[in-house]
């Protein structure tokens, strides 16, 4: 009975620090804040700490010039290194749009005729439909890159992307990662980009974070269904067969829980992260098993009362969700997910876009044109999301789960816009479902610089 109690007691804490009531930020009039650097304090610099987020670098664009920069937090978490406007992030599916760009440029160029009907794998679609996600692809990343459905609906589609990248392999007699950081990059004055690792080895590259609450999460629902499962099973088996209860068997099933428990993490995190998550874990399932024990086995009022304080200080950690810094990752899957920028660098690409200088104007209207419809409030340009509105929003987001979220906001009709960028930031569940924490916290930081009400958008970002 009493593991049973501290499974759920254990549990429970998890799923506290997992938990918050509600993402949706304030909505304010359409009305940039005067002060940047206090905006950007007050709501993004003062919730790092509570959303697994060591370190976040902004860009702010208004009338399509990069006129403030803001950075908070360290690159790696206990040291004193500070995240600075120069500080490099891999910024996931924020890659797609410059692959789009790239793919546009060739067009422009002559090589590509977006509308041509491209037959792979019995499969037809255009170049512009996987631009736009409605060619047929999926999101599972796979490799060769082919279409499982017929195209002409939307579906967020990743392996769309790597194709594109293989068409410009094809195109350019170069590779994908040599190319944008030869070509595009520079072309764009992305001076401190580069798609997958640099030859420096990335050494201002901010290190990959994962809030500790989530392996802890992990560790205790599967303890907790194992254990459950398996105590049941042997209370029936004992039950139906006459056997007496043996004290040993119900302590070697916690025991297979535990372990069962604390090697999840290695199945959904891998290898190379496994050995600090583990360590993470016992410590804190030693903690709590402490006071745990030591509330029940004294009747000592100190000591209950110090039980007390010790188990709520561990849910404070629980609920702070510290960051545990990770191993740095090989940057795969290049075209969809593997561009590591600054944010400045990102806000110059934001600028071609609504102000084109190396792209045509028309290719650039239509890169925001809307071409793909999402639901009633959101489309899907040529690599970019448009929201519909008095004030047209294009955006997007990215998130290289666990490591790094990212966004990218601007609204091509001011020239206004903003890029954050951070290294961490959990997962939460909320009643409207699991979310990622830095993309909310990003998100509200938009709406405290730029202002802006944004629909339908607030809830069908994911």
Known sequence: MRYSIFLIIRMGLALAGSFRT???????????????????????????????????????????????????????????????????????????????????????????????????DGQTFSTRQALSHTAGFDNTLSTPPTPDNPAGNFEFAGTGYLWLGTEIERITGDSFQNYMNTVILPELGMTNSHFGRADSNDTDLASPHMSMTMPFLIMALCGFLIG???????????????????????????????????????????????????????????????????????????????????????????????SLPLQERRASFLPAAGLRTTASDYARFLTEIMQPTHLSADLATQMLTPHAEVNADQ???????????????????GVNFPGYQAFAMAWPDSGDGMVVLMNGGSMAFSLGGMRYGGLELAREAVIAVQGGEHSGYWHNAH
Do not use: C
């Open 22 to 120: 509600s993402f949706a930020p304030e909505r304010g009039p359409f009305e940039p804040a005067g002060d940047v650097v206090a905006a950007l304090d007050a709501s993004l610099g003062d919730q790092l700490l509570m959303r697994g987020i060591p370190g976040a670098s902004v860009a702010v664009i208004r009338g399509s010039e990069v006129t403030d920069l803001w950075a908070s937090g360290v690159t790696t978490n206990f040291t004193s290194n500070p995240v600075t406007p120069d500080t490099v992030f891999e910024v996931a599916s924020l890659s797609k749009p410059l692959t789009a760009y790239a793919i546009l440029r060739l067009a422009q160029q002559g090589h590509i005729d977006l509308d041509a009907p491209v037959t792979l």
């Open 228 to 322: 459950t499962i398996l105590l049941g099973l042997h209370g029936l088996v004992r039950r139906v067969l006459g056997l007496t209860a043996e004290p040993w068997f119900p302590r070697g099933i916690a025991a297979l829980a535990l372990l069962a428990g604390l090697a999840a993490p290695r199945f959904m995190f891998g290898a190379a992260n496994f050995p600090q998550i583990l360590l993470t874990n016992l410590v804190l399932l030693a903690a709590a098993a402490l006071l745990f024990l030591a509330f029940r086995a004294t009747s000592g009022t100190a000591i209950r009362i110090g039980a007390v304080l010790g188990a709520g200080m561990l849910a404070g950690v629980m609920l702070i969700q510290p």
């Open 379 to 397: 489309d899907w340009g040529l690599g970019l999301s448009v929201q519909r509105g008095e004030h047209p929003v294009i955006w997007h987001w």
